[in-house]
């Protein structure tokens, strides 16, 4: 009897302490996988920097509504949209008849007084010479002060005379080239070597000073203009190449581009700079008043 009662309760015992064992063990399993879960080192990727695009209008250096200097009415158009055109190559011209009239006129005023100075010029150097031998004649006693003083007078008259007469060829040359100027001006020339984008006047059509006639752009060197967030002062300076693309239509072509200029200060308005960048080598299908996409790579 006595032996059965130590051997229940040395079974008793036996499976309390198996199950405090499975008790520490259950309840020490976690603790421990979150301590190595906390000392082991996660690996962190970090984000993979990409392109940045910004947007802006292709411009050129070059590009200007030709207008007209006087007032007239269109006697010839010598140029239309889409014709290229070279510096000082004619575009149109005015009625330039009334011009060319007095142009004349006065080029034959101008050669009048020519001779004119030219008569006055010999008959002082003659009056002059007469009171040099008037003036050796009352030094020899051969001649009376009288004669001698009307010698002089004649001499200064005729220098008078002859500064009167230079003054009005200056006046006459003066006139001419006013005239040519404004024969010049029912000219309309092309300011720069490009290319006539629009045309706004006809012929017989009457113009007055300073209206438009064509507007004449450049095609060279090809421009882009844009502004990158306030963030990029600093890190995009002249000489930093970026890549252009056609903003509507393919954009598998990139051209590439330097940048020429970039603004020193942030509008405040924005929070951006401004950047102007030059296409290097061929400008293919862009042209300008398009707008492109400006590629950044590597910015983040």
Same mark, same amino acid.
């Given at each position: 009897?006595?032996?059965?009662?130590?051997?229940?309760?040395?079974?008793?015992? $036996?499976? *309390? #302490?198996? !199950?405090?064992?499975? +008790?520490? %063990? @259950?309840?020490?399993?976690?603790?421990?996988?979150? =301590?190595?879960?906390?000392?082991?080192?996660?690996?962190?990727?970090?984000?993979?920097?990409?392109?940045?695009?910004?947007?802006?209008?292709?411009?050129?250096?070059?590009?200007?509504?030709?207008?007209?200097?006087?007032?007239?009415?269109?006697?010839?158009?010598?140029?239309?949209?889409?014709?290229?055109?070279?510096?000082?190559?004619?575009?149109?011209?005015?009625?330039?008849?009334?011009?060319?009239?007095? $142009?004349? *006129? #006065?080029? !034959?005023?101008?050669? +009048?007084? %020519? @001779?004119?100075?030219?008569?006055?010029?010999?008959? =002082?150097?003659?009056?002059?010479?007469?009171?040099?031998?008037?003036?050796?004649?009352?030094?020899?006693?051969?001649?009376?002060?009288?004669?001698?003083?009307?010698?002089?007078?004649?001499?200064?008259?005729?220098?008078?005379?002859?500064?009167?007469?230079?003054?009005?060829?200056?006046?006459?040359?003066?006139?001419?080239?006013?005239?040519?100027?404004?024969?010049?001006?029912?000219?309309?020339?092309?300011?720069?070597?490009?290319?006539? !984008?629009?045309?706004?006047?006809?012929?017989?059509?009457?113009?007055?000073?300073?209206?438009?006639?064509?507007?004449?752009?450049?095609?060279?060197?090809?421009?882009?203009?844009?502004?990158?967030?306030?963030?990029?002062?600093?890190?995009?300076?002249?000489?930093?190449?970026?890549?252009?693309?056609?903003?509507?239509?393919?954009?598998?072509?990139?051209?590439?581009?330097?940048?020429?200029?970039?603004?020193?200060?942030?509008?405040?308005?924005?929070?951006?700079?401004?950047?102007?960048?030059?296409?290097?080598?061929?400008?293919?299908?862009?042209?300008?008043?398009?707008?492109?996409?400006?590629?950044?790579?590597?910015?983040?």
């Amino acid at each position: 009897m006595k032996n059965a009662m130590m051997l229940g309760l040395a079974i008793v015992l $036996l499976l *309390a #302490a198996v !199950a405090c064992s499975d +008790s520490r %063990e @259950a309840s020490s399993g976690p603790a421990v996988t979150a =301590a190595r879960a906390e000392v082991v080192p996660a690996s962190v990727s970090s984000p993979a920097a990409s392109p940045f695009v910004a947007s802006g209008p292709i411009v050129v250096e070059n590009q200007v509504d030709v207008a007209a200097q006087r007032e007239g009415v269109v006697a010839k158009i010598l140029a239309e949209p889409g014709a290229a055109v070279k510096k000082g190559q004619l575009l149109a011209l005015l009625d330039d008849r009334q011009v060319a009239a007095d $142009l004349d *006129a #006065a080029r !034959a005023k101008t050669r +009048s007084i %020519e @001779a004119d100075l030219k008569n006055w010029e010999a008959e =002082a150097k003659v009056l002059q010479s007469d009171y040099e031998r008037a003036q050796k004649m009352w030094d020899a006693g051969l001649i009376t002060k009288e004669q001698l003083e009307h010698a002089r007078y004649k001499a200064e008259s005729d220098q008078w005379d002859v500064k009167r007469v230079q003054q009005l060829l200056i006046n006459a040359q003066g006139t001419e080239h006013s005239l040519e100027l404004e024969l010049e001006k029912t000219r309309i020339a092309a300011p720069f070597d490009g290319m006539v !984008a629009r045309r706004y006047v006809r012929v017989g059509q009457a113009v007055t000073r300073n209206e438009r006639l064509f507007w004449v752009t450049a095609t060279s060197p090809i421009r882009v203009r844009f502004t990158l967030p306030e963030r990029f002062l600093g890190h995009i300076r002249s000489g930093s190449m970026v890549s252009v693309t056609a903003a509507e239509g393919a954009e598998d072509h990139h051209y590439p581009a330097k940048v020429i200029e970039v603004s020193p200060v942030v509008d405040p308005a924005s929070d951006t700079i401004e950047v102007l960048a030059q296409l290097v080598g061929e400008s293919g299908n862009l042209r300008p008043g398009m707008r492109a996409n400006i590629h950044l790579d590597n910015v983040r």
